[in-house]
């Protein structure tokens, strides 16, 4: 069983994020300029940490935990992906929102619904999507917009104790045509 109030605050299934994971098993799809795709093998690390409850307008209270991702290159070990942003739970409204924040001057804001009885044990399973010009949406720089434009987000992401499995779609409108980058991975917890 899942204890999914820490310190007096209701994460509800967020609670299972706090931590450090590793992953060694990720695999990124990207497009490239000639029209083809470039697989990039990946390992990574996520720091989840605590930050408390936020109170939005006198009437929403939110459980956040912030995290902090960072992709290496399997080839070469080089980093090529960094990424931050917070998982935000709303008890009342039973709806989980994800930011992130990537350096090539890209945001987004997703969101999903979440059903407390489909907790099982120590398993989790959350979906949040987002689409340009939706009520969870895209924020990009004028460049982006005009040169790689995200389009829309989604993102699906099981726990099961110390296991964690994800899989997202970045939806792009690059080199003239839509592209589905996507990353896939596994990772365990190392420290809690
Ligand atoms: C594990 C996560 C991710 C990895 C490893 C990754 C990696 C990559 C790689 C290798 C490229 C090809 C261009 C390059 O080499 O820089 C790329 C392009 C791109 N990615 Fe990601 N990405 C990830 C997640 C995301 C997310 C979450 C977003 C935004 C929501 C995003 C937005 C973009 C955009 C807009 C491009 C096109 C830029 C270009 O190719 O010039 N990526 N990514």
């Known amino acids: 069983m899942i204890e999914t109030i820490i310190d007096g605050v209701d994460f509800g299934p967020l609670a299972v994020l706090p931590g450090t994971w590793k992953g060694e098993k990720g695999m990124d799809i990207a497009p490239e300029e000639d029209g083809s795709k470039e697989e990039n093998p990946f390992s990574e690390e996520i720091l989840f940490e605590i930050v408390g409850d936020v109170t939005n307008a006198g009437k929403q209270t939110l459980g956040v935990v912030r995290y902090h991702q960072k ?3 399997k080839t070469d070990g080089a980093q090529f992906h960094d990424q931050l942003g917070y998982w935000v739970w709303d008890p009342a409204a039973g709806t989980v929102m994800f930011t992130l924040t990537i350096p ?8 999903g619904d979440f059903d407390m009885g489909s907790m099982d044990d120590d398993a989790v399973s959350i979906a949040v999507a987002s689409e340009d010009g939706g009520d969870w949406g895209v924020a990009q720089s004028p460049f982006m917009r005009e040169n790689a434009k995200t ?4 993102i699906n992401l099981e726990v099961d104790g110390d296991k964690m499995v994800y899989s997202q779609t970045t939806f792009l409108d690059i080199y003239g045509r839509k592209f589905d980058h996507t990353d896939n991975s596994t990772l365990v917890r190392v420290s809690p």
């Open 71 to 73: 992709v290496y290159r």
């Open 151 to 154: 389009t829309g987000f989604q």
């Open 104 to 111: 090539r001057a890209v945001s987004l804001v997703a969101g």
